[in-house]
């Protein structure tokens, strides 16, 4: 009589097993060859969601599979631990941000082990501790001395009331996401990693990434734009000595296209250009307009969507070839200096920027490329035009293309002094200064005999004080009565610390190093490190395909040029998974509802019908979340994790359902029977049964292959067909075959349930360390083929006959087929032709 499967006690009994004997531990001098599995790690912020398992999934089906396929494996776990979430709840809350961070680290860690990750929890790791950031401060200081890290004023987003710096993504319609106070640009000292000087090589580096989605790539390549075009200086009209401005000084500006010089219709500057603070020293208008300006967005995305608005500075730029053609010049809120040299040419017939700002201000928009048979000198419309075309409207340019065009530009430019070409990059460096407590302190020393001084490595970790307070808005260091004050370490006399802190992402960009190679006293052994590294396969979600991808190229490429490791690239695959989605419910007062508080269409504490909205990513703000915990009580481990491989491609979004878990429990108590049926001694009847056979071979093959290419649903499927075709199979041998052999093609799957099987099979050790099947390559290969039987070129019948039949057998069976003798109706064919394994054509 076949017993339910207990997936509580056997997910218990396992992963107590599995922790005991250290199963997952890598081996660093093991002779196999090595893989590298690592999912993204995850901000401890409470609890894991959908999301976190169905990332983790993927990659433990990878690991547990490279184990089996004879790897040593590296796939380790820690937390990405530093950073605002954790300030905003002990300003929230009134605790410590240490303390709720390591609360939420221990909850997190329970869950994920309730999954049975083959995880190494031997090289855990958390950001925030001084044992890992301290080697942090190390790298940082060796960064500052090869001259890759430097300070300097630079634009911010300013939040007035919480008195601190925020990210872009942190200011919304103008307004501090927490505050609700206008933002303000300013000026601060920053410290920066100097990422540009790696845009070249991390551009070209791209190129040899051939296991990252293409799609990533792009974003990359489009991040960090390189454009070459035409560095060249407009001069100033001479009565431009009346606004305080130097006409001798001109205003530099960078084109990507000098085509189109012929279509610029004016000169828009930065508000914090030297000219336009020029300016606004004595005009109340231009410093009102400035200060107007800072209350803008500082992204690129943010420029292109704000209404454009414009100071007209009295100022007249004069063309290149043109001399008597004279362009306003404009302070514009859409220019920021960090971009370029802070000022550019308005071309807006070609530019949509560009025309917005001149269809505001009543300026000119001469057409210079051609739009089809388009070539009136006048540009109607509000759609700026930046196909290709021909010159037109534009002198000695007419009738060239815009690349042709490019390059006369250029060569008359250098020709005659005034410009030229030149290359440049969009990437920006790295601003890594963060005015809050939790993170990573810089560790500089700020002295005013002595300039910056590092903090001598022998004085590392510099460890955050935990006697701070957050009842008052800003940085706590700033005020801390102690902490900062320090002696200089080059002159002894009264010196205070750098009080910024680093931004996380510089704590996510060598983790995956740390993670390979951990000794006491340094960030790792290089030789150590490149045994693991590049990481083999990186699997995280693709809201990072841009900055922490970047950053981590970037840095192990200075690590590099430091000549503590030789590896370039950090990981050679990558893999972007899909969100985990949910129904949205609000209530009838418009709150938002979870999932469990919602049954059958009406609020379960109310009774009240609810609106369901769009299925969306799971988020806590809209409560459409689902927790792990309770899924995983209910259906058990494997139950879960065969759900989140089973629906979607991986790299597609994932509903969730109770009805697809439930099948997935379904499918799990299946296999079990299907196990239980197979226990030592159980009798054995039949014979071989060939076709299972190819089947089960052909699925071992299969589903290789599908885990390989990270197509988990694929290698979901292959294995509901072997287990349907097992199920409708008499006994046999082979049928006994295939279900042991089952055992391990699930085992990266649904772990438990195959671990409890192998062991009820009596077979030694953990089907953990058990090898994958191998493959019977002569049963990969068909016995039989089908062939297509055709008279006069048209099909008549298919037979499916032994593959190496002789020609004339395939002939005679052609002939004797009951659809040819009806047609030929007694005519013999005047020609026979056979094409063996795929057709006979009668000519009758």
């Not at 349930?753 to 953990?766: M, Y």
């Not at 090898?771 to 099909?795: F, H, M, R, S, Y």
Request: some cysteine; glycine content about 8%; aromatic content about 10%.
């Amino acid at each position: 009589m076949s017993t339910r499967f207990n997936a509580l006690k056997a997910d218990a009994e396992w992963q107590k097993v599995w922790d005991e004997r250290r199963t997952f531990a890598a081996d660093d001098n093991s002779a196999k060859p090595r893989s590298y599995v690592l999912e993204m790690f995850p901000y401890p912020s409470g609890k894991i969601h959908m999301g976190h398992v169905r990332n983790y999934t993927m990659g433990d089906v990878l690991a547990r599979f490279r184990r089996m396929t004879g790897h040593e494996v590296l796939h380790p776990m820690g937390w990405d631990a530093f950073g605002m979430p954790a300030e905003n709840a002990a300003m929230e809350r009134g605790v410590h941000p240490g303390g709720w961070t390591r609360e939420n680290i221990a909850t997190m860690k329970a869950q994920l082990k309730r999954l049975g990750f083959a995880l190494d929890w031997d090289r855990e790791l958390a950001t925030c501790e001084p044992d890992y950031y301290g080697h942090e401060q190390a790298l940082f200081l060796d960064m500052f001395a090869a001259g890759l890290v430097y300070r300097k004023e630079s634009a911010v987003n300013w939040d007035p009331v919480d008195m601190t710096v925020l990210a872009n993504e942190q200011v919304i319609d103008g307004r501090g996401w927490r505050s609700g106070a206008l933002v303000e640009k300013r000026k601060l000292s920053q410290w920066f990693l100097k990422i540009t000087a790696f845009a070249d090589d991390l551009l070209k580096g791209l190129d040899g990434l051939e296991h990252w989605p293409d799609k990533v790539k792009l974003m990359q390549r489009n991040w960090i734009g390189k454009s070459q075009g035409l560095t060249f200086r407009f001069a100033l009209a001479a009565e431009s000595d009346t606004r305080r401005v130097t006409p001798g000084d001109g205003i530099e500006v960078f084109s990507t296209r000098p085509d189109t010089i012929f279509g610029a219709s004016f000169v828009a500057i930065a508000a914090d250009h030297p000219i336009a603070q020029a300016i606004a020293v004595g005009d109340p208008a231009a410093e009102a307009f400035i200060a107007r300006c800072k209350q803008g967005g500082t992204t690129a995305a943010e420029l292109d969507t704000q209404e454009k608005l414009g100071f007209d500075t009295g100022l007249c730029a004069l063309h290149p070839f043109d001399p008597e053609r004279r362009l306003p010049v404009y302070i514009a809120n859409f220019v920021l200096m960090e971009y370029g040299s802070g000022a550019v040419m308005g071309v807006p017939a070609h530019d949509q920027r560009d025309l917005d700002f001149a269809r505001k201000y009543g300026l000119s928009v001469p057409r210079v490329v051609s739009d089809g048979d388009k070539a009136a000198s006048a540009f109607e419309g509000d759609e700026a035009y930046t196909g290709p075309g021909t010159l037109v409207n534009s002198h000695f340019l007419d009738g060239m293309d815009v690349e042709d065009a490019k390059r006369e530009v250029i060569t008359r430019a250098e020709a005659g002094g005034w410009g030229r070409g030149s290359t440049v990059y969009r990437l920006r460096d790295w601003g890594v200064s963060r005015q809050r407590y939790w993170g990573t302190p810089i560790p500089i020393i700020h002295c005013e005999a002595c300039g910056a001084v590092p903090v001598p490595k022998d004085q590392l970790p510099v460890v955050l004080p935990e006697d701070v307070g957050f009842d008052v808005p800003g940085n706590p260091l700033d005020r801390h009565p102690t902490w900062k004050h320090v002696a200089c370490p080059s002159c002894g006399g009264e010196a205070r610390r750098e009080t910024d802190t680093l931004d996380t992402f510089a704590d996510s960009s060598w983790y995956f190093v740390r993670f390979a190679s951990q000794p006491k006293d340094k960030p790792f052994d290089k030789a150590a490190a490149e045994k693991w590294l590049p990481v083999g396969q990186y699997i995280g979600g693709v809201e990072h395909a841009i900055l922490h991808l970047l950053y981590a190229r970037f840095w192990t490429r200075a690590l590099q040029h430091l000549g503590l490791l030789d590896v370039a690239e950090p990981f050679a695959g990558l893999f972007t998974q899909g969100m985990v989605t949910h129904a949205t419910f609000k209530s009838a007062d418009g709150r938002w509802l979870s999932p469990d508080e919602v049954q059958s269409g009406v609020e379960t504490a109310t009774g009240t019908p609810v609106t369901v909205g769009r299925v969306e990513k799971m988020s806590k703000s809209k409560k459409n979340t689902v927790d792990p915990t309770g899924i995983v009580d209910r259906y058990g481990a494997d139950a879960v994790r065969w759900f989140m491989l089973s629906d979607s491609p991986p790299e597609r979004d994932l509903e969730w359902s109770e009805s697809g878990i439930e099948g997935s429990w379904r499918f799990i108590g299946r296999l079990w029977r299907l196990f239980e049926g197979n226990a030592p001694g159980a009798e054995i009847l039949g014979g071989e049964d060939k076709a299972l056979s190819r089947k089960l071979h052909g699925t071992i093959a299969g589903i290789a292959e599908d885990i390989e290419a990270l197509s988990f649903n694929k290698a979901v499927a292959k294995l509901y067909e072997l287990t349907s075709a097992i199920e409708k199979a008499p006994p046999s041998a082979a049928r006994t075959e295939a279900v042991a052999t089952l055992m391990r093609l699930v085992a990266p799957m649904a772990p438990h349930i195959a671990e409890e099987a192998w062991a009820a099979a009596g077979n030694e050790g953990l089907i953990a360390d058990a090898a994958w099947p191998q493959v019977d390559a002569a049963l990969l290969v068909e016995d039989e083929v089908t062939i297509a039987i055709q008279v006069n070129g048209k099909l008549r019948d298919t037979l499916t006959l032994p593959r190496d039949m002789a020609r004339e057998e395939v002939e005679a069976a052609a002939l004797a087929s009951e659809n040819v003798v009806r047609f030929l109706e007694g005519r013999a064919p005047k020609k026979v032709i056979v094409v063996p394994g795929r057709l006979v054509n009668l000519v009758a």
